[in-house]
T-cell receptor, first 111, second 114 residues
Framework: DQQVKQNSPSLSVQEGRISILNCDYTNSMFDYFLWYKKYPAEGPTFLIS?????DKNEDGRFTVFLNKSAKHLSLHIVPSQPGDSAVYFCAARGSQGNLIFGKGTKLSVKP | KAGVTQTPRYLIKTRGQQVTLSCSPI?????VSWYQQTPGQGLQFLFE???????NKGNFPGRFSGRQFSNSRSEMNVSTLELGDSALYLC?????????????FGSGTRLTVV
């Protein structure tokens, strides 16, 4: 059973608007969550993270929100830029310390 | 500084064969993790090595194995290849085990099994 779910395989947004990528998880014991961005033919690169003791973390145009009661987190990108077009992976730290990834959401930002 | 280097970038193998993939971590990084990426399953954890010892292992059959050398370089081996092993294999390195934002991924090795 998938422990980290990204239910939207793709998202299309206009340049300058907000992009909201969503992620749900099933295990309430997860203590750390991360977002990675991946371009074709490259490995994932770390974007932003959040500890389970927080509900928001911000880094420039990127903000991650965590709702523990709903087991839901989201990544907001404001304003969206064409260079943000990539596949975004949500991940949670598992009990063994490994990362458990969602299947990714492909974001397309149109000029 | 040089990033995580994975070789080869592309590989085509026949079903039943075995394959070895290589990963050179960032200089000074002692932890190396391996992940498999497929369209259907996304990124799945294979194993993590630290100081030449396997510390964590994901839910993959015994055909998947790995090792780490004293210089932290790591190899991953898959024996008796199956068509379903076709995937992008990613290596990630970090200074310490179970690192969070310290993971740096390589560009991966694209394995195709025919």
């Amino acid at each position: 059973d998938q422990q980290v779910k990204q239910n939207s395989p793709s998202l299309s947004v206009q340049e300058g608007r907000i992009s909201i990528l969503n992620c749900d998880y099933t295990n309430s014991m997860f203590d750390y969550f991360l977002w990675y961005k991946k371009y074709p033919a490259e490995g994932p690169t770390f974007l932003i993270s959040i500890s389970s003791i927080k509900d928001k973390n911000e880094d420039g145009r990127f903000t991650v929100f965590l709702n523990k009661s709903a087991k839901h987190l989201s990544l907001h990108i404001v304003p969206s830029q064409p260079g943000d077009s990539a596949v975004y992976f949500c991940a949670a730290r598992g009990s063994q310390g490994n990362l458990i990834f969602g299947k990714g959401t492909k974001l397309s930002v149109k000029p | 500084k040089a990033g995580v280097t994975q070789t080869p970038r592309y590989l085509i193998k026949t079903r039943g064969q075995q394959v070895t993939l290589s990963c050179s971590p960032i200089s000074g990084h002692r932890s190396v993790s391996w992940y498999q990426q497929t369209p259907g399953q996304g990124l799945q954890f294979l194993f993590e090595y630290f100081s030449e010892t396997q510390r964590n292992k994901g839910n993959f059959p015994g055909r998947f194995s790995g090792r780490q050398f004293s210089n932290s370089r790591s190899e991953m081996n898959v024996s008796t290849l199956e068509l379903g092993d076709s995937a992008l294999y990613l290596c990630a390195s970090s200074l310490i085990m179970t690192a969070l934002y310290g993971y740096t991924f390589g560009s991966g090795t694209r394995l195709t099994v025919v």
